[in-house]
């Protein structure tokens, strides 16, 4: 399976508390362009966020639920697009070193039409708009801490995400 991944120089509490956040979703998450509501519970298990993906005027509302929850290792999703149906979603987050947090993401089509494209094709439209997600999510996360005061990182420092098949850094 393909993964996108990154790592950034912070903690990986830091990174899930952006993800812990649900009214962020829609500045890292390509595509999610409207939060239209977060469950009080969210990130619990069970809990949803409610937003919209598109562009305006051509808009579709729906939700993203946590599937499973591990703070401040792992959050599974399910999230949901109509028509096109739903995805799963698994962020990992593995401290490297102190105050480094490598962030792994996985995504793949498993109900609607979604599921009929072949798992190359979700690869080639997944890929690249998870790289961007990623990258959005570290620097977010690493702005936080630094307005923090927790990291040293320079204003305008680089994050570059990477897609892995079986450890082995894909072509870009």
């Avoid at 009080?40 to 808009?59: D, I, K, M």
């Amino acid at each position: 399976m393909v993964h996108v991944e990154i790592t950034v120089p912070t903690t990986p509490e830091q990174v899930f508390d952006v993800l812990a956040d649900g009214w962020l979703f829609c500045a890292w998450v390509v595509g999610a362009t409207h939060i239209r509501d977060v469950d009080g519970e969210w990130p619990g298990a069970g809990s949803r966020l409610h937003y919209s993906a598109g562009v305006w005027p051509f808009t579709v509302n729906d939700t993203t639920q946590v599937v499973s929850v591990d703070p401040p290792h792992m959050l599974e999703l399910e999230a949901k697009l109509s028509p096109l149906g739903a995805a799963w979603i698994r962020l990992e987050l593995a401290e490297t070193a102190p105050g480094e947090t490598q962030i792994r993401m996985y995504e793949h089509a498993e109900r609607g039409l979604g599921a009929l494209v072949p798992n190359v094709l979700q690869e080639l439209l997944l890929v690249p708009r998870n790289k961007e997600s990623l990258s959005r999510l570290a620097d977010i996360a690493v702005g936080k801490a630094r307005r923090e005061g927790s990291i040293e990182a320079p204003p305008g420092a680089q994050t570059h995400a990477e897609a892995r098949l079986d450890g082995h850094v894909t072509q870009n």
